[in-house]
T-cell receptor
Framework: AQKITQTQPGMFVQEKEAVTLDCTYD???????LFWYKQPSSGEMIFLIY??????QNATEGRYSLNFQKARKSANLVISASQLGDSAMYFC???????????????FGAGTILRVKS | KAGVTQTPRYLIKTRGQQVTLSCSPI?????VSWYQQTPGQGLQFLFE???????NKGNFPGRFSGRQFSNSRSEMNVSTLELGDSALYLC??????????????FGNGTRLTVT
């Protein structure tokens, strides 16, 4: 079964600096998708970035980039130029076997709380 | 475009009661999934519906059930509530099935407290 591990329960970063949130995964599938979500205190899960297992380049979305190392089974999120509004819980997630019949189930890691200091 | 809407935002129920949570997906999305989030267990998949059919189910007891209507709105029901059912229940919708890059879009959740 797929598993996501986020080893950093909490992180602090100074405003305007970059921060890396770690994510490792375990799967026997060759085809899979990796996602990062942000959850502010309001509770809503906000989609940040996606990386496919066959994507040759690391995904980027604005200040977010994904450091994808397939051989090491890691998909770390890098947030550049941190802002106070980045303070939230961050979840790494994997889509289990993205074939039609398996639907859209995501397996989530435990999350990392990020606090941005001014 | 309106996002995923969950109602109510907060619920307080007593052990043994039942509860129904509602979710309206983003317009055009036919897949609706439900997740339970607790401090101890994290985010756990409950079930997914696509075109009114349950396509996938997580490891939860039969007290947890759901359904999807023809307009893709979904409801989740929990019967015989237990204290351990206290959680944030998140609903998510998705546009495409079988597209690995298609993200789930989540609502704000319903926070259920069982006393």
């Amino acid at each position: 079964a797929q598993k996501i591990t986020q080893t950093q329960p909490g992180m602090f970063v100074q405003e305007k600096e970059a921060v890396t949130l770690d994510c490792t995964y375990d799967t026997s599938d060759q085809s899979y998708g990796l996602f990062w979500y942000k959850q502010p205190s309001s509770g809503e899960m906000i989609f940040l970035i996606y990386q496919g297992s066959y994507d040759e380049q690391n995904a980027t979305e604005g200040r977010y980039s994904l450091n994808f190392q397939k051989a090491r089974k890691s998909a770390n999120l890098v947030i550049s130029a941190s802002q106070l509004g980045d303070s939230a819980m961050y979840f790494c997630a994997m889509r289990e076997n993205p074939r039609v019949e398996y639907g859209n189930k995501l397996v989530f890691g435990a999350g990392t709380i990020l606090r941005v200091k001014s | 475009k309106a996002g995923v809407t969950q109602t109510p935002r907060y619920l307080i129920k007593t052990r043994g009661q039942q509860v129904t949570l509602s979710c309206s997906p983003i317009s055009g999305h036919r897949s609706v999934s439900w997740y339970q989030q607790t401090p101890g267990q994290g985010l756990q998949f409950l079930f997914e519906y696509f075109s009114e059919t349950q396509r996938n189910k997580g490891n939860f007891p039969g007290r947890f059930s759901g359904r999807q209507f023809s307009n893709s709105r979904s409801e989740m029901n929990v019967s015989t509530l237990e204290l351990g059912d206290s959680a944030l229940y998140l609903c998510a919708s998705s546009l495409e099935q079988g597209n690995p890059a298609s993200p789930l879009h989540f609502g704000n959740g319903t926070r259920l407290t069982v006393t």
